[in-house]
């Protein structure tokens, strides 16, 4: 892994899942994104994006290349290169040094099996997060590594990496790796389990293992969870807010609620193919993107609970009818009591790559970047907003040559 110092195809459905998959048409009224820029500058897929501060984002894939960008005007800033094979993580880590207050280190682990200062690893790193006390976690395999990070002494530019701690409690290898929020951060594995853990003591604070199928009824359950596939049931992607984790299970998306621990909405069949990435935004809307190559904006509704059938009483309850109505309205009862409580409605489809859409960042008034595949990166623009800032800069410059007059 190098650091680096930065001043200021489509699967079949599975056989379980027979729902269609949510569409949209072309009159999409909330979407903002209708203008983008095309950004060239590597020569492999392009797997990550990290953010930076308020206006640039590094980007990172197969080509060993970490490339900085101005998410404003889209410029190219900086070009990075050290990598011989492709690289598998990255984070941004504030730089320790009293004098370098805006600097960031950007922290990127390779398929070389090097860390930072070529510290050596048996399996290669498929995930990082930074955690307090100067800690980092990196998903290896079917463990959590938690290393500490060492700032050079007087006089050295050398970093050092401690190895602190290592977690065992998933049973397959760890696909995704956020946090939550200071006091937590969440992992999901490959065969669907989500565990939330302590970032302090690094202890497990709750844990799902049934995210593909959160509402289990009838005898059925074990036949089912047989015809499954691996990456139908997989965790690729996590993030959240102060109240749930959101989560790419397979196509589908996922919202479970911190408090409640339990799944309050989903999206069995979100997108045609493997969901790669998801995130928040503001007015409880998500962003998810797709091995498809497809963008989708979702918004998360209350949905009204519909009340459980009443158990039959009268004549037939002289013949026991309804001892037998009332126990078969148990699961029914038990099934509503867990039932989704949200839902989430499709709002907005952005269609431009030509290949799987591996990651995407937010900039708010300066929009939205997507990396591909196709070796592009976009970044997506609110129509009406850049409309209007060319309006307001060719009044300036009319006003300005003194071509605009306004009425006595």
Request: glycine fraction near 6%; include cysteine; proline fraction near 3%.
């Amino acid at each position: 892994m190098l650091r680096w110092l930065i001043g200021g195809s489509r699967e079949p459905q599975g056989l379980a899942e027979k729902s269609a998959l949510q569409t949209i048409g072309e009159e999409q009224t909330q979407n903002p994104y209708t203008e983008l820029l095309v950004l060239k500058a590597h020569h492999d897929i392009v797997r990550f994006l990290v953010r930076l501060d308020d206006c640039r984002f590094a980007s990172a894939g197969d080509d060993g290349l970490v490339v900085v960008w101005n998410a404003q005007t889209g410029e190219k800033l900086l070009e990075l290169n050290g990598h011989t094979q492709k690289i598998t993580a990255i984070i941004t880590f504030p730089s320790l040094e009293a004098c370098e207050e805006k600097n960031q280190l950007i922290l990127t682990a390779s398929a070389d099996r090097t860390v930072i200062i070529s510290f050596s690893l048996e399996e290669r790193i498929s995930a990082l997060i930074e955690i307090p006390k100067n800690c980092v976690v990196a998903a290896v395999g079917k463990e959590l590594i938690i290393f500490r990070l060492v700032a050079p002494i007087e006089g050295s530019l050398e970093w050092d990496i401690l190895e602190v701690k290592r977690l065992l409690d998933h049973q397959d290898n760890i696909l995704s790796l956020a946090n939550i929020n200071d006091l937590s951060f969440v992992t999901g594995s490959h065969v669907g389990e989500l565990i939330i853990w302590d970032t302090l003591d690094w202890t497990m604070q709750a844990c799902e293992h049934n995210f593909w199928d959160p509402f289990p009824q009838l005898d059925t359950q074990q036949e089912i969870k047989l015809c499954q596939k691996p990456n139908d049931i997989s965790i690729h992607h996590l993030t959240w807010d102060e109240e749930n984790v959101f989560v790419a299970v397979g196509r589908g998306l996922y919202v479970y609620n911190l408090q409640m621990k339990r799944v309050i909405a989903c999206q069995k069949t979100a997108h045609d193919s493997r969901v790669l990435h998801i995130a928040k935004l503001p007015n409880r809307q998500l962003i998810s993107c797709s091995e498809d190559g497809s963008v989708r904006i979702w918004e998360l509704r209350e949905k009204q609970q519909m009340a459980a059938e009443p158990v039959p009483t009268g004549f037939f309850n002289m013949w026991g009818f309804g001892r037998v109505n009332k126990q078969a309205s148990q699961p029914v009862k038990k099934q509503q009591e867990n039932a989704t409580s949200c839902l989430l409605e499709l709002i907005g489809d952005l269609i431009g790559h030509s290949s799987s859409v591996e990651m995407f960042l937010y900039f708010e008034d300066h929009g939205l970047v997507t990396c591909s595949a196709d070796h592009l990166i976009i970044l997506w623009k609110n129509g009406d907003r850049e409309s209007g800032l060319r309006s307001l800069k060719l009044f300036q410059k009319l006003e300005e040559n003194g071509d605009l007059y306004l009425a006595a």
